[in-house]
């Protein structure tokens, strides 16, 4: 009887001792910045053959290098777009979790990416949102700038077709708002669209009312290493906000 309880007792501590000598997942820091700028701002900086899709080049680098110095003139930038945190029901229908995050909006001194901070698990998926808070006139994303776990790359948004996924694509945004509310949003759509290879992903809803902006989810794909992740969105004024020029007015007879 005794020789039984010990070889039980020492089954018991050999568990306990694979146990405590198992590694565990341990929490990695992460950085998302991201920055909002008019078009015309980021095309004073992009140089010839740099706005096809996939591209990288001197001039992302240098647009990017002046956004971490600090030295981006605050003209072209647009303040009314910070990043959010996603509600529990939108992580989940985009596929991710949703974690405690520290955010420091742009704008001071020579602040001007906006910065979330958070703690994660490699391997998980995390989503950010940046929704217009309805200030000055609407735009439209027209351009992305991107960097996850390669170099920078500009990439335009597309309507995903025939299959192929791409790292910025655009969805109807009453669209991505019905499939987030049922939840099916990920399994359905974007798991098959959305190309996370980089480690960073754009998802546009285009706002088919032309008073409100387009809204935007970042998706970022938690590497094995702590890393930064980097967006610049590029904004446009829609063609449907184009103003007719003035009639001439009657000429006056003397």
Not at 34 to 55: H, I, Q
Not at 64 to 83: I, Q, Y
Not at 88 to 112: C, F, H, L, M, N
């Amino acid at each position: 009887m005794r020789m039984r309880r010990s070889g039980a007792f020492l089954v018991v501590l050999g568990l306990l001792g694979v146990l405590m000598t198992a590694p565990r997942a341990q929490a990695v820091e992460y950085r998302l910045q991201v920055v909002s700028m008019w078009d015309s701002g980021f095309n004073s900086f992009v140089k010839p053959g740099e706005l096809g899709d996939g591209v990288l080049g001197p001039g992302l680098d240098a647009l990017v290098a002046s956004l971490d110095r600090g030295e981006t003139p605050r003209g072209p930038l647009l303040s009314d777009r910070a990043v959010q945190r996603a509600r529990q029901t939108v992580a989940q229908a985009y596929g991710t979790i949703r974690v405690r995050a520290e955010i420091t909006p742009g704008g001071e001194e020579k602040q001007r990416w906006d910065e979330v901070r958070w703690d994660g698990k490699p391997g998980e998926r995390s989503v950010w949102v940046i929704a217009p808070s309805g200030r000055g006139r609407p735009q439209e994303l027209y351009r992305v700038v991107l960097q996850g776990t390669g170099p920078l790359r500009h990439f335009t948004p597309y309507v995903p077709t025939n299959g192929h996924k791409l790292p910025a694509v655009k969805y109807p945004l009453d669209f991505l708002w019905f499939h987030e509310e049922r939840g099916t949003l990920w399994e359905k759509y974007l798991s098959r669209s959305l190309d996370l290879s980089h480690g960073i992903g754009v998802v546009v809803g285009s706002n088919s009312n032309p008073t409100f902006s387009d809204q935007v989810y970042l998706v970022v794909d938690q590497a094995e290493q702590s890393t930064t992740y980097k967006a610049v969105l590029v904004w446009r004024e829609p063609p449907s906000n184009l103003e007719a020029p003035a009639p001439p007015r009657p000429a006056r007879h003397r």
